[in-house]
């Protein structure tokens, strides 16, 4: 099993619609999670940190389940700038072991 | 503005050439980081640094090295060893490396060669 596994789509939903990825993790020492977003060719960028059991930012909802270990990440109401790929990253944090592990990445194509 | 800048951005080089690529931060980070991504595979961490004058080897450091001799700048070079030095390289800082410190990055660099 990967450490961490997300569905690499690609989801094609239209402007307006709510979207939502899950990012599944393995290893229960994992303290820290994050999303970022990614443009083709491009670098990563912070969307959301979650720490506790989720956060809200605007249209963008993140949730943390540690019990069943996965992380979601809700979009409502997509733009068509939301098209991207979207990267779960999990902090494992376990004595003298600290890294991040990325997901592979879900691609979200928005469409008018 | 403060950032993460990475040059140049693209870089083509010969087979068996040493090449060293630029990352400049002036977010008064103290954590600095190289990443490499391949096309169908995570990003994957090759060396990373904590304060200056100290690295360590991330995942995949074989064939590459690095130096930290100011906390701006922690330039890769991708040595002849590297087996398969092609790919889009990414630097990224973060405040330190405490729990919530989360990694910020440059446009990256993409290596190709042949």
């Known amino acids: 099993r990967k450490e961490v596994e997300q569905d690499p789509g690609p989801f094609n939903v239209p402007e307006g619609a709510t979207v939502a990825f899950n990012c599944t993790y393995s290893?229960?020492?994992?303290?820290?999670f994050f999303w970022y977003r990614q443009d083709c060719r491009k670098e990563p960028k912070l969307l959301m940190s979650v720490y506790s059991s989720g956060n809200e930012d605007g249209r963008f909802t993140a949730q943390l389940n540690r019990a069943s270990q996965y992380i979601s990440l809700l979009i409502r109401d997509s733009k068509l700038s939301d098209s991207a790929t979207y990267l779960c990253?999990?902090?494992?944090?376990?004595?003298?072991?600290?890294?991040?592990?990325w997901g592979l990445g879900t691609s979200l194509a928005v469409n008018p | 503005d403060g950032g993460i800048t990475q040059s140049p951005k693209y870089l083509f080089r010969k087979e068996g050439q040493n090449v060293t690529l630029s990352c400049e931060q002036n977010l008064n980070h103290d954590a600095m980081y190289w990443y490499r991504q391949d096309p169908g595979q995570g990003l994957r961490l090759i060396y990373y640094?904590?304060?200056?004058?100290?690295?360590q080897k991330g995942d995949i450091a074989e064939g590459y090295s690095v130096s930290r001799e100011k906390k701006e700048s922690f330039p890769l070079t991708v040595t002849s060893a590297q087996k398969n030095p092609t790919a889009f390289y990414l630097c990224?800082?973060?405040?330190?490396?405490?729990?919530?410190?989360?990694?910020?990055f440059g446009p990256g660099t993409r290596l190709t060669v042949t």
């Open positions: 990224a800082s973060s405040p330190g490396l405490g729990l919530r410190y989360e990694q910020y």
């Open positions: 290893n229960s020492a994992s303290q820290s």
């Open positions: 990253v999990v902090r494992l944090d376990a004595g003298n072991n600290r890294k991040l592990i």
């Open positions: 640094s904590q304060i200056v004058n100290d690295f």
